[in-house]
């Protein structure tokens, strides 16, 4: 299948009215529903890195992540269709010491293995500096048709594409999404019009993802919100996850806890904390990463806590 026939086939965004709550209208972009595994900002961020990469008649596609990176799993489903091979540098070189218990216990490495996915597994301390590893830089080195797609996947194509996100929504003044890499958000904001607002909720402690955003954008209508990560990255509350099962069973939409459980969350209490101006129209993009459910949920059984509903 060419990459244009992929991305255009699969294409199948809505948009879904959730209700007027406190006089805000909130609505959500339906963003998973393009594709079941590169659904979301992974379809906009993969789409023109791979179209570049065919132009350029790369036949690997090398990239990073974690053991249960949305990004990951993404890549190796799109690599597949499209008959490119892909290599995935995963974080945590223990991983690596019995593969086969690894791609028992852990659903998005297996499914990246069915795939074709090949992995190097490399330590979290060598990872901070993943691309000047030596076995990296040898495996660049000896296959010139390597393309790199960094991290999470956010690059200047990646922002091309998810600028595309916000082509028929001018209607709407606040436009709210979740962050992990920065790259959605950039998108976003580049792609919206002068009236609307970007607000980027981090799925990670710390302030450091503005000025990550800051790079790709020169536009100054977006703020962040840094109050609803529940601890830091994957981390997650009986709190949290009462949230998603109840926003799924009123709204027949299911979240995941990394990134859009948050965010809806998040846009929840700040509608009644009277955050936002009578009247305003919110419009929530929901970025996927539905595939990381299962493996939250094996760990939430292990600590005997509640889990996540699946539809």
């Not at 993404?74 to 974080?91: D, H, M, Q, V, W």
């Not at 190097?120 to 076995?135: A, G, L, T």
Request: with cysteine; proline share 3%; glycine share 10%.
């Amino acid at each position: 299948m060419s990459s244009i026939s992929f991305f255009e086939k699969n294409y199948n965004s809505v948009t879904e009215h959730i209700g007027v709550f406190h006089g805000i209208d909130l609505s959500v972009k339906r963003e998973d529903l393009i594709h079941p595994i590169v659904s979301g900002n992974k379809f906009r961020k993969l789409k023109y890195n791979l179209l570049e990469a065919q132009k350029r008649k790369n036949s690997k596609i090398l990239t990073f992540g974690g053991a249960f990176s949305n990004h990951i799993s993404a890549t190796a489903e799109a690599c597949s269709i499209l008959g490119l091979k892909s290599i995935g540098i995963i974080r945590g070189e223990e991983l690596g010491q019995n593969i086969e218990n690894t791609l028992s216990t852990n659903p998005t490495l297996a499914y990246a293995h069915q795939k074709g996915m090949q992995f190097i597994f490399v330590s979290r301390n060598d990872y901070r500096d993943k691309e000047n590893i030596p076995e990296v830089k040898s495996l660049i080195e000896r296959n010139p048709s390597i393309f790199i797609i960094p991290e999470g996947g956010t690059n200047l194509l990646a922002i091309k594409g998810c600028q595309e996100i916000l082509e028929k929504d001018d209607d709407f003044d606040m436009v709210c999404s979740s962050v992990g890499t920065g790259g959605t958000l950039a998108g976003l904001i580049e792609g919206s019009k002068l009236h609307q607002h970007c607000i980027g909720f981090s799925a990670l402690k710390g302030d450091f993802l503005q000025k990550e955003v800051s790079k790709w954008t020169q536009r100054t209508n977006w703020s962040f919100q840094n109050d609803y990560h529940f601890g830091g990255y994957a981390k997650v509350n009986s709190e949290l996850i009462q949230f998603i099962n109840g926003f799924q069973q009123d709204y027949n939409i299911p979240l995941d806890p990394i990134y859009t459980g948050k965010m809806f969350y998040g846009i929840f209490d700040m509608i009644q904390s009277g955050f936002f101006p009578k009247n305003t129209r919110i419009l929530a993009i929901h970025t996927g990463g539905l595939q990381g459910v299962e493996g939250m949920n094996r760990t939430l059984k292990q600590k005997g806590l509640q889990t996540i509903n699946r539809l």
